[in-house]
Structures are given as structure tokens and as C-alpha cells.
């Protein structure tokens, strides 16, 4: 293999976690955006919002062909393959959080044509808050390569459960109270759901963040990470 050979294949690996960084930022500003324009009925961002989304899904399918194309041409091996792979499963949980964003958004603009809702409309703003903490904080995790920040995230997917269970019961309780704000409270159910989802989605983005650095898979017992000493990653599921 060539030096211009070798530069090529590191500057098209190098490229890869660069634009999922990219798409990710994209995501986080629409997570956030959806959830200011159902705060504050603010028809123009809920539109912009929506409308965003393309870009997304576009980024998505760049991100996927050229992987694709590093691994026919380039055929990577350990931790270039990791990187490779791990790059389109965050573009797809990134574009399917740009998606939920989107959903969000699109029933915000439905409800600003109706009466406001100010308190329950402030319990999926603080949800809406969190989950976009937990996402900032996974991306975060993911551009600076640190694993003890995306498990921190992983660990606390159970805070998002929480609100959302909070948030259903207290729609529930307005729905029975006042059948007039079923339609409205319906509404705000979907929103409250779709924040649950990209939560699952930070949790995700946490577990390929995990994957990428230790070539190792988590799921059921809780991951411990200590730089010092590999006997600290399990070596599967299992041995956690």
C-alpha cells in the first residue's frame, strides 16, 4: 500500500466520524427547536423545524454510501472496521431522532391553533430538557471519544422512563377531568412518547460509543469502565 493510498484511506475514515459529528449537532438542534416551539406556540420555528428534516435524512444516506463504500474498497479491519460501522448505526439513530424531532413539531403546530395548555405544556418542556441533556451529553461523549460519559448516559435512560410515566398519568387525570382536552391531551401523549424514544436513542448512541472503543457489546447488566485495566470490560453480557 502506498503513502497516498494510506492518506486517502485515513482521510475517508477520518471523514466518517467527522459528519456523524455533524448530523449530530444537526439532531440536537432539532430536538431542542421542536421542543421551544411547542413552548412557546411559535408556529414559524414548529415549520422550520419540520422542514429541517430532509437534511437529515440526506446526511443519513451520505454517511451510509460512503461507509459502505470504505468497506468494499478499503475492507477495514478491528477498530477502523468498529469505527466504520459504528458510524452508520449513529447516523440512523440520529435520523430517526431528527424524525421524532419532526413529530414532535408537526403536533405543536396543531395544538397552537387550539387553547393553551400552559401547565402540561411545562411538563414536556422539563422532559423535553432532559432528553436533550441526555442527548448533548452521548454526542458529546462521541466527540471526544469518552467512554465514562456515554455509560454515565446509559445509566440514567431510567430518569426519562420516569417523566414520562409522571407526564402520562397527569394527561390521563386531565382527559377524565375535562373530557374537552382529550383531543389536546392526545397531543401531548405522542410529544411525551416521542421524547421517550430519543431517550432510547441517546441509550443507543451510548451502547455504540461502548462498542466502537472496546469491541465489546453491553446489554442487560450495567458496564463498569476502568482505563487502568481491561479485567474491568466484560467480556460479554455475561460476565458483567
Same mark, same amino acid.
Given at each position: ?8 484511506? +485515513?482521510?475517508?475514515? #477520518? ?9 449530530? +449537532?444537526?439532531? /440536537? ?16 420555528? @414548529? ?10 435524512? @440526506? ?16 475492507? $477495514? ?14 447516523? *440512523? ?13 408537526? &403536533?405543536?403546530?396543531?395544538?397552537? /391553533? ?11 418542556? &422539563?422532559? @423535553? ?15 471526544? @471519544? ?11 435512560? #431510567?430518569?426519562?422512563? /420516569? ?13 377524565? +377531568?375535562?373530557? &374537552?382536552?382529550?383531543?389536546?391531551? *392526545? ?29 465489546? /457489546? ?8 476502568? $482505563? ?5 470490560? $466484560? ?6
Amino acid at each position: 500500500m502506498t503513502q497516498h493510498t494510506v492518506k486517502a484511506y +485515513g482521510d475517508e475514515l #477520518d471523514q466518517l466520524p467527522a459528519e456523524v459529528a455533524r448530523m449530530g +449537532g444537526l439532531a /440536537e438542534a432539532q430536538v431542542a427547536d421542536a421542543i421551544d416551539s411547542v413552548a412557546r406556540r411559535d408556529v414559524a420555528l @414548529g415549520r422550520s423545524v419540520v422542514e429541517r428534516d430532509a437534511k437529515l435524512d @440526506g446526511l443519513q444516506r451520505e454517511i451510509e454510501k460512503k461507509a459502505i463504500r470504505l468497506i468494499a474498497l478499503r475492507q $477495514p479491519v478491528a477498530s477502523d472496521l468498529r469505527r466504520t460501522l459504528s458510524s452508520m448505526k449513529l447516523a *440512523t439513530d440520529l435520523e430517526r431522532t431528527g424524525d421524532l424531532a419532526k413529530n414532535i413539531a408537526k &403536533r405543536g403546530l396543531i395544538l397552537a /391553533e387550539g387553547e393553551p395548555m400552559q401547565p402540561l405544556t411545562r411538563s414536556i418542556e &422539563r422532559m @423535553g430538557k432532559l432528553v436533550s441533556m441526555r442527548l448533548r451529553d452521548v454526542l458529546d461523549a462521541y466527540a471526544a @471519544g469518552e467512554i465514562d460519559r456515554a455509560v454515565a448516559v446509559w445509566n440514567t435512560d #431510567d430518569e426519562v422512563d /420516569e417523566h414520562y410515566n409522571a407526564l402520562f398519568r397527569e394527561l390521563l387525570t386531565y382527559m377524565m +377531568g375535562d373530557p &374537552r382536552t382529550i383531543g389536546a391531551c *392526545t397531543h401531548l401523549l405522542f410529544m411525551a412518547k416521542n421524547l421517550e424514544r430519543i431517550g432510547d436513542h441517546a441509550t443507543n448512541i451510548a451502547e455504540t460509543i461502548y462498542y466502537e472503543i472496546t469491541g465489546q /457489546e453491553f446489554s442487560g447488566e450495567r458496564p463498569r469502565w476502568n $482505563p487502568d485495566t481491561a479485567e474491568d470490560i $466484560p467480556e460479554s453480557p455475561t460476565d458483567a
